[in-house]
């Protein structure tokens, strides 16, 4: 791996820093030191090891950015012999996602296993409910059809926003349907299914080797609740969960994640048809979404925040709303379980 330095910073990238001084608030705002933020993740890998008294590290791969960076840093944290790879592909998985996490592994010279985790799937009738669900408002949908549901982007409106789901024909015609909300719920929870299968094979591995589960979330998707409970918001250890994206890209390059898995555009791999994370969650490529969550972090000046992200000053007030919008609807997903003896505590206060 590479061991060349970075861009420096003077603070982690989970603490606050200044306000840039007016004008100059831009991506270097997120610049960090990529060398001494490898070195502390992978110390701090090794000490939940430690707390936890467990050999290694279990990580699914999925041939994207995020899992390829914890791969890397697990790798650095503890050699690549105590570091188990899942790849964890179902029927519905993007062409491109095998090879590229299995080159992945190869590069790292990680021990490895393929989990088709289509027949689980089946068994659990995810595909079957999800189906049924989408023809409540698409009727003809059936065999050879494909599809994804996708969300307006916030910085359009201000109206409330719906979702809808975008169907394929066998002949490559698409049509865009308004979900209902009963039909919109049902298809995200048969779909979950597939983060939930994922996790259970993950376990399994771990709890063989005595290993920990490293999750591969960021600091928007961690934030914002863009994850799935007990799906792959499980994980012993989050190594990345306080790194926004571009920082992620910046770890890649510095410890030399292939160039094919850097330049992937991002995606979800959940649906049958392509589908961006844009279009279906944060409504900005990550870039922008970046810099505005730091903004809103740091009490970076509106005005700044919009001359970086190219947004009139409206747009940006309208990502924020959405933003703490996000946090609210999501907190239970960050939500340890209920004890009643707790609930009755607070309520008699």
């Known amino acids: 791996m590479s061991t060349t330095r970075g861009a420096t910073s003077g603070t982690s990238p989970g603490e606050a820093r200044d306000t840039p001084a007016e004008g100059a608030f831009g991506p270097s705002a997120l ?50 012999e105590r570091v188990f790879a899942l790849h964890l592909p179902e029927q519905e998985s993007a062409d491109e996602t095998l090879p590229l996490s299995t080159g992945l592994t190869d590069w790292l010279g990680v021990d490895s296993t393929v989990e088709d985790i289509s027949p689980v799937l089946e068994a659990f009738g995810c595909y079957r409910r999800r189906d049924d669900a989408i023809r409540s408002v698409v009727p003809e949908y059936g065999e050879g059809w494909l599809s994804k549901i996708v969300l307006p982007s916030v910085v359009d409106s201000d109206s ?10 066998p002949d490559g015609t698409q049509t865009t349907r308004r979900l209902t909300t009963s039909a919109y719920l049902e298809i995200v929870a048969a779909s979950n299914f597939k983060q939930r299968a994922r996790k259970t094979f993950e376990y399994f591995h771990a709890d063989r080797l005595n290993y920990v589960v490293a999750g591969t ?26 790194l926004y994206k571009s920082q992620v890209y910046a770890l890649a390059g510095h410890l030399g994640v ?11 791999d959940t649906y049958s048809l392509p ?38 000053l409206q747009q940006v007030e309208r990502v924020y709303r959405d933003i703490e919008q996000k946090r609210r609807t999501t907190a239970y997903l960050h939500a340890a379980p209920a004890l009643i003896e707790d609930v009755e505590q607070v309520s008699a206060r």
């Open 31 to 80: 610049a960090i030191d990529v060398e001494r933020e490898a070195t502390r993740i992978a110390e701090g890998i090794r000490a939940v090891l430690h707390g936890s008294r467990r050999k290694g590290v279990v990580v699914a791969v999925s041939g994207g950015i995020d899992s390829s960076v914890t791969a890397a840093l697990a790798v650095r944290a503890v050699g690549p």
């Open 160 to 169: 409330y926003r719906l979702y809808s789901v975008v169907v394929q024909a």
């Open 217 to 242: 979330p960021n600091r928007p998707e961690y934030d914002q609740g863009f994850f799935v409970k007990l799906g792959d918001g499980a994980a012993d250890v989050k190594p990345i969960a306080h």
């Open 258 to 268: 292939p160039e094919d898995i850097r330049s992937r555009p991002s995606t979800t």
């Open 275 to 312: 589908q961006s994370q844009e279009e279906f969650y944060f409504s900005l490529p990550y870039e922008r979404m970046d810099l505005c969550l730091y903004g809103l972090n740091n009490g970076v000046p509106l005005d700044q925040v919009a001359a970086a992200t190219d947004l009139t």
